[in-house]
């Protein structure tokens, strides 16, 4: 079996080495009569008037790169020219039925198409590769390029924007009356196109142009694919953009820290310098035009939002922290802020610390009784000043404990003789039980006889000294009162703000965020 099939398999293959062998020979003698006599220097027609054909088609393989920078965009092509030359053509029966031959393109003339829109340091054109010959005289080039082009890049609506890079090939000294150009198909073949990580191929379709340049009359035609690419954002979205809105966030914070902190400036100041590093990356990786992105749009608007509720902290500091001396806050603040603006922010008893007691908070009533001596008082809280004074006096002046004796010592005898006392329009009065008038004397005045609402009372001449110590503590509590009072109302005013101010920004960088989001459906 292996012995018959020996000299079979010999046979086929002497049989092939013999028509290899004759197929380059008819091969060698083609080449050879078709070099005779032929130059590559000129346009390969019969008759000069004629216009020479040229078909394009380009397919594309791969976006390298889009440099939005310097608006250069590098990409893959494979090029494909198809022409008919009249000096390259034979009797396919006379070459043993040898229809195409593939010979080096240095051979033959070639097509000057050149890509008119390049960007390239080197000028490198198509890889020099063979030129396929068919029999009737069609040639066909087909060569792989990396091409550098210029491209026109609007960043408006980065990044969520869409790109239109354009090829414009044609003829680079032939005019329309030597050569036309023609584009093979409506747009550039897309079937072995490799998918790029940052932009999407939306399409690449052709049109041919005819256009007059000023130094010629002639016309010269072209063919330009127009690339339309879309950017994938979902790399900027999470690098630069969730970031920039999650720091936009904590920007009104900053008017709910507490004023006492000591942090409201520098959380403002620290926001503001995150955001500035995200505006330098942006503007690293953008051309230098006038149009301004949208992400730096957002990036701006925002910083002047922090600017603002900088500002604004800091005014509202300034009314937190008003000291004595502030004068009081104007009724229609109290009415506008404290009212309808504290209602509208959600604010209740504004200004109140949490641990404050529930008795510090009331006001006091006006028929309260105070003991004095053992014996009930009727009147106002601060009228019943005989006991607090007597406490007061003690505890403060502790090292006149001898000539206090002496002044408390008339008290002795209203401890003894319970007497019915009272305060009116701030004079001290001393009433026995009978209704006799007895002296009544105010703090700093001269003794009078008073009568009021038919009671007549006379003030002790050595009650002089410890009613004049009493109303001066007593005036010196209302005073105290009345800053705290003032000063309060004003820390009322300033956490209002603080919330209204705070619920205003978050939702302008809520609608901001919505908008630049928006975006990207």
């Known amino acids: 079996m292996l012995r018959w099939r020996s000299p079979t398999l010999l046979l086929f293959l002497s049989a092939m080495t013999t028509c290899e062998g004759a197929y380059a020979k008819y091969a060698q003698k083609l080449l050879t009569d078709l070099m005779t006599n032929y130059t590559s220097a000129l346009r390969p027609v019969e008759n000069t008037d004629n216009i020479l054909n040229v078909t394009l088609q380009v397919t594309l393989s791969q976006i390298i790169d889009m440099d939005e920078r310097n608006q250069i965009l590098t990409a893959y092509l494979w090029i494909r020219l198809v022409w008919f030359d009249a000096h390259l053509r034979w009797n396919k029966d006379e070459y043993d039925g040898l229809d195409t031959i593939r010979i080096p393109g240095s051979y033959v003339w070639r097509p000057d198409i050149v890509l008119y829109n390049s960007a390239d340091n080197h000028f490198t054109g198509p890889m020099d590769t063979n030129v396929v010959i068919r029999h009737d005289g069609q040639m066909m080039w087909d060569s792989p390029a990396i091409t550098k082009s210029s491209c026109k890049v609007d960043v408006s609506f980065f990044p969520f924007d869409g790109q239109q890079c354009r090829f414009t090939y044609g003829s680079w000294t032939y005019n329309g009356n030597q050569l036309d150009i023609l584009n093979a198909m409506e747009s550039a073949d897309l079937a072995d196109l490799v998918e790029n990580v940052e932009w999407e191929v939306l399409g690449m379709p052709a049109k041919k142009n005819i256009v007059q340049y000023g130094c010629c009359a002639d016309p010269y035609p072209d063919v330009t694919y127009t690339l339309k690419l879309k950017r994938k954002a979902s790399f900027y979205v999470f690098n630069l953009l969730i970031p920039c809105v999650m720091i936009s966030f904590l920007a009104p914070l900053g008017f709910y820290l507490p004023a006492d902190s000591g942090e409201k400036v520098s959380l403002g100041v620290t926001v503001m310098l995150a955001l ?186 050595n009650d002089g000294p410890l009613l004049h110590n009493i109303e001066y503590i007593a005036n010196c509590y209302r005073d105290q009162r009345a800053t705290q009072k003032r000063t309060g109302e004003w820390k009322k005013v300033a956490k209002v703000l603080d919330r209204f101010f705070m619920w205003m920004f978050f939702i302008m960088v809520f609608f901001m965020s919505l908008l630049i989001m928006g975006k990207a459906v």
């Open 276 to 461: 500035t590093v995200f505006q330098l990356l942006v503007a690293e990786i953008m051309p230098p035009s006038e149009n301004v992105p949208l992400i730096g749009k957002y990036y701006i608007a925002t910083m002047t939002m922090i600017t603002a509720s900088t500002a604004l902290t800091i005014f509202i500091m300034n009314i937190h922290h008003c000291g004595p001396d502030a004068k009081p806050v104007p009724k229609w603040a109290k009415k506008v802020i404290l009212q309808y603006m504290a209602w509208m922010c959600f604010v209740y008893e504004v200004g109140e610390n949490c641990m404050s007691a529930e008795s510090e908070r009331q006001e006091p009533v006006s028929n309260t009784s105070c003991p004095m001596n053992g014996q009930v008082c009727p009147g106002r809280e601060d009228d019943c000043i005989i006991k607090s004074g007597q406490e007061t006096v003690g505890s403060v002046i502790t090292e006149e404990r001898e000539e206090m004796e002496q002044i408390l010592s008339p008290l002795g005898s209203v401890r003894r003789n319970p007497t019915n006392s009272t305060r009116r329009n701030g004079i001290f009065m001393d009433c026995g039980e009978s209704g006799d008038p007895v002296r009544c004397r105010k703090g700093g005045v001269s003794d009078v006889e008073r009568k009021d609402d038919g009671i007549s009372c006379n003030t002790h001449p």
